[in-house]
């Protein structure tokens, strides 16, 4: 679009909060879907403005009466329609997504992350479950994709060497850029891997895993923009507990007896506790989130296996 040949209705448009306006009234006409870091439109509209004008993507509002040049404004014009034709995450089209305030690069090889895991590690530290952090040697993040988790764990426990993993090569590069902006590439190392298959021996005090936990029915019907992130990083099979299983099955020769095993798994909490009633599930809430990640202690994985193997039988698992 050449602004010298004029836009109509759009010349009228000179300010941040003009912009704004007009994006929030073309996506919410467009009927796009949100959950990539934002959760509706005003959100979202602010969230791709800002990133495009290299601003800090926390307060659109003082920036609201700022004029824009025109080339400022082909540029967001550009961005809004480009969300609004291909139905592609904002992450994607920005190549920036955000947890807690720390950014990422992302593309279409991983997940735009935004784990709930994350918001904890960046809060507390588990506080709740992990009282020392500086005691913490040795993290696994499992399904690493962004290599997000495995950053923020990094930075939460600043004596521990962290091992970030994923089946994907495609997402282990991603990883290991945004390993390599955050300087910590002599901490944090990459491993590909089909979870514990493939990874350096010994035990973890932490192991944390945001792994594909989506039913295969709703994988099935997804919108166009969950249909652009890589399948792989959401199937979790009939129950959206393939994964999970598997995690629970290796996890407990994987953690000192002291360890703690996280992991999210969305809305399976009913599922999981049906198909495990072995194991003690502490259920671990956000400001964001009510009962969508579970946290277990080695000691209780060390236990369970016998009973894992005589409740998937029942269950023909």
């Not at 629970?248 to 599922?271: H, M, P, S, Y």
Request: proline content about 5%; charged content about 25%.
């Amino acid at each position: 679009m050449n602004t010298k040949n004029g836009r109509g209705p759009l010349d009228e448009l000179f300010t941040v909060r003009d912009w704004l306006r007009y994006a929030v009234t073309q996506m919410t006409r467009a009927g796009l879907v949100y959950g990539h870091g934002t959760a509706n439109a005003v959100d979202e509209a602010a969230f791709l403005i800002l990133a495009t004008l290299d601003l800090p993507i926390d307060d659109i509002n003082p920036w609201l009466d700022c004029r824009l040049t025109a080339a400022e404004r082909d540029t967001i014009e550009f961005i809004i329609s480009a969300r609004i034709e291909t139905r592609k995450p904002a992450a994607y089209l920005t190549n920036v997504a955000y947890i807690q305030g720390h950014r990422f690069f992302v593309d279409e090889r991983v997940i735009v992350p935004r784990s709930f895991i994350g918001e904890m590690l960046v809060q507390d530290h588990l506080a709740a479950l992990v009282p020392d952090a500086e005691a913490v040697t040795r993290v696994l993040d499992l399904c690493t994709g962004s290599g997000a988790l495995a950053i923020l764990a990094a930075e939460a426990f600043p004596n521990a060497d962290v091992d970030a993993s994923d089946i994907s090569s495609d997402a282990l590069a991603v990883a290991e850029r945004n390993i390599r902006d955050y300087g910590l590439g002599d901490r944090v190392k990459t491993f590909k891997a089909d979870l514990f298959d493939g990874l350096p021996a010994g035990h973890y005090d932490l192991i944390i895993s945001n792994p594909p936990y989506v039913t295969a029915e709703a994988v099935a019907v997804f919108p166009p923009e969950h249909q652009a992130e890589p399948k792989l990083a959401h199937l979790g099979g009939k129950d959206g507990l393939d994964l999970v299983r598997r995690i629970l099955e290796g996890a407990g020769e994987r953690l000192t007896a002291k360890g703690n095993l996280i992991v999210e798994i969305g809305d399976g909490q009913e599922a999981l506790s049906e198909a495990r009633p072995d194991l003690p599930f502490l259920w671990l809430d956000t400001e964001t989130s009510r009962g969508e990640v579970f946290a277990l202690f080695g000691k209780d994985l060390k236990q369970a296996p016998a009973e894992a193997r005589k409740t998937q039988g029942r269950h023909g698992r």
